[in-house]
């Protein structure tokens, strides 16, 4: 089992940049791939990200690609989301979850959650 804390989030202002980290606990990190997702108000959570294993591969949603990455520090036991340009419709809660496939999309992929770090990005 893996528990994951969030943080990085705040508010910005848009065209600006955020990293977010998420923290894992446990010795089988490495084992796990990692996803990003996102919810706003009102919506569906939404797929952001995945990065394999190792962090020799990743996915990203079409609407995400250039600019967000995800990466991963095995050593460290974390993964972030850098987020540039960002937009006021980037505004949600996001989200880092664990799972053991790769890539995946849908919520029911991934076992383990954190809870969740908010990010505002204003107009």
């Known amino acids: 089992q893996v528990q994951l804390v969030e943080s990085g989030g705040g508010l910005v202002q848009a065209g600006g940049s955020l990293r977010l980290s998420c923290a894992a606990s446990?010795?089988?990190?490495?084992?796990?791939?990692m996803g990003w997702f996102r919810q706003a108000p009102g919506k569906e959570r939404e797929f952001v990200a995945a990065?394999?294993?190792?962090?020799?591969?990743?996915y990203y949603a079409d609407s995400m690609k250039g600019r967000f990455t995800i990466s991963r520090d095995n050593a460290k036991n974390t993964v972030y989301l850098q987020m540039n340009s960002l937009k006021p419709e980037d505004t949600a809660v996001y989200y880092c979850?664990?799972?053991?496939?790769?890539?995946?999309?849908?919520?029911?992929?991934?076992?383990?959650w954190g809870q969740g770090t908010q990010v505002t990005v204003s107009s």
């Open positions: 979850a664990a799972g053991w496939a790769y890539p995946v999309e849908v919520r029911t992929g991934y076992p383990y």
């Open positions: 446990g010795r089988t990190f490495s084992s796990y791939a």
């Open positions: 990065i394999k294993w190792s962090g020799g591969s990743t």
